[in-house]
Antibody
Framework: QLQLQESGSGLVKPSQTLSLTCAVS??????????WSWIRQPPGKGLEWIGY???????FYTPSLRGRVTISLDTSKNQFSLRLSSVTAADTAVYYC??????????????WGQGTQVTVSS | DIVMTQSPDSLAVSLGERATINCKSS????????????LTWYQQKPGQPPKLLIY???TRESGVPDRFSGSGSGTDFTLTISNLQAEDVAVYYC?????????FGQGTKVEIK
């Protein structure tokens, strides 16, 4: 049974860096076949895709966050991480990690973590 | 970037009736080389993560009841919930994965009338 579990800093001060980790069980993130994404949802709003990482380590980020965001892979711990720098109140959201099968490209998110609330406040 | 627009923003449907949600993309998400529409639908209940319902515009995810169906091609898509049940109350999102950045619609809230 595949499980994804987010963890990390729930309260971050403005201008600091948000750091989250997604621990994966039931699937090896380095074995290929899947990309691994971060998505966020501001309070009372819709979903925003942040970016993904392939097992090779290659990444793609949404343009609005490029320059502030880094997604990385730690195959030894079977987890992947999100770092978002220079945060503001607009970065307050529930952050989800999710998996996407690489079939004729990649893109539909078949397994999601439960999400973790991150609040940016002094 | 592709923009996804859903309609309506919310709808109320009687139990046992049909709910229809539309999703329009600002450009085609049909990949001609494999004739696949790179469009998916999710269901999100309060306090829960989204759940995959439909991918490739019309392929139902394993375990999803057959009252959920997806249709459409190119730029116009529909999610139909036939025989609406109380447990179907949720917000529904479409998402394109034809090109990055992947984009979601704004969501459609389905309630019981």
């Amino acid at each position: 049974q595949l499980q994804l579990q987010e963890s990390g800093s729930g309260l971050v001060k403005p201008s600091q860096t948000l750091s989250l980790t997604c621990a994966v069980s039931g699937s090896s993130i380095g074995s290929g076949g899947y990309s691994w994404s971060w998505i966020r949802q501001p309070p009372g709003k819709g979903l925003e895709w942040i970016g993904y990482i392939y097992p090779s380590g290659s990444t793609f980020y949404t343009p609005s966050l490029r320059g502030r965001v880094t997604i990385s892979l730690d195959t030894s711990k079977n987890q992947f991480s999100l770092r978002l720098s220079s945060v503001t109140a607009a970065d307050t959201a529930v952050y989800y990690c999710a998996r996407s099968p690489i079939i004729m490209g990649t893109g539909y998110l078949d397994y999601w973590g439960q999400g973790t609330q991150v609040t940016v406040s002094s | 970037d592709i923009v996804m627009t859903q309609s309506p923003d919310s709808l109320a449907v009687s139990l046992g009736e049909r709910a229809t949600i539309n999703c329009k993309s600002s450009q085609s998400v049909l990949y001609s080389s494999n004739n696949k529409n790179y469009l998916t639908w999710y269901q999100q209940k309060p306090g829960q993560p989204p759940k995959l319902l439909i991918y490739w515009a019309s392929t139902r995810e394993s375990g999803v009841p057959d009252r959920f169906s997806g249709s459409g091609s190119g730029t116009d898509f529909t999610l139909t919930i036939s025989n609406l049940q109380a447990e179907d109350v949720a917000v529904y999102y479409c998402q394109q994965y034809y090109v990055t950045p992947w984009a979601f619609g704004q969501g459609t809230k389905v309630e019981i009338k």
